[in-house]
Nanobody, 118 residues
Framework: QAQLLESGGALVQAGGSLKLSCAVA????????VGWYRQAPGKERELVAK???????SYEDSVKGRFTISRDNANNMVFLQMNSLKPEDTAVYYC????????????WGQGTQVTVSS
């Protein structure tokens, strides 16, 4: 049974917007933080946005001011609003529950493909 189910990825032109959704098969309010990661072709997966239970937001430098992470604890959902998309945002996007030592708590899902054309 999938623990994480991401959706919302698409092909979009540069400057466009997308909103990604993630359904988590766990009570996310029992974990300190939720996060969105991405993996571009030939690159390692990186954490791009994190939100703690204390409403502490953190973003990778390249997405600051353009991406916004949010959570719906009642429905165990995590979202990523992406605006002003750039071709370099092209990647498979994943959600997970970040661990304190850089790992993640749950088995990775399939992710959702975001492709930004120039």
């Amino acid at each position: 049974q999938a623990q994480l189910l991401e959706s919302g990825g698409a092909l979009v032109q540069a400057g466009g917007s997308l909103k990604l959704s993630c359904a988590v098969a766990r009570s996310i309010n029992r974990f300190k933080s939720v996060g969105w990661y991405r993996q571009a072709p030939g690159k390692e997966r990186e954490l791009v946005a994190k939100l703690t239970n204390d409403d502490d937001f953190s973003y990778e430098d390249s997405v600051k001011g353009r991406f916004t992470i949010s959570r719906d604890n009642a429905n165990n959902m995590v979202f990523l609003q992406m605006n002003s998309l750039k071709p370099e945002d092209t990647a498979v996007y994943y959600c997970n529950l970040p661990g304190s030592l850089g790992g993640a708590y749950l088995r990775w899902g399939q992710g959702t493909q975001v492709t930004v054309s120039s």
